[in-house]
């Protein structure tokens, strides 16, 4: 996976041209995924553990989709939402 992070710390603060790198030498080579089934808490622990803002959703070996902190934000937010007006 090549994120904005990647792009910022291995070849912005290195001062490598992006005229000359190759994407496989500068992304980030292990990736951990996530899949659809998987409990938004899970998925949390899983990102504050590797420490990715972004995760692959898989299923069956296929990418399905890519979840981000603002997508959790987001659940987050609407369970509390849904929690205060009970």
Known sequence: MFSE???????????????????????TPKV???SPDDA????????????HRHLPVVEDGNLVGI???????????EAYEQIVAE
């Open 32 to 34: 951990e995924s996530v």
């Open 5 to 27: 992070r990647d792009l910022l710390k291995r070849v912005v603060y290195r001062d490598i041209s992006v005229h000359s790198c190759y994407l496989g030498e500068v992304m």
């Open 67 to 77: 979840v981000s902190l603002r997508d959790l934000l987001a659940a987050y937010t």
């Open 40 to 51: 938004v808490q899970a998925v949390t622990e899983r990102m504050k553990l590797y420490r």
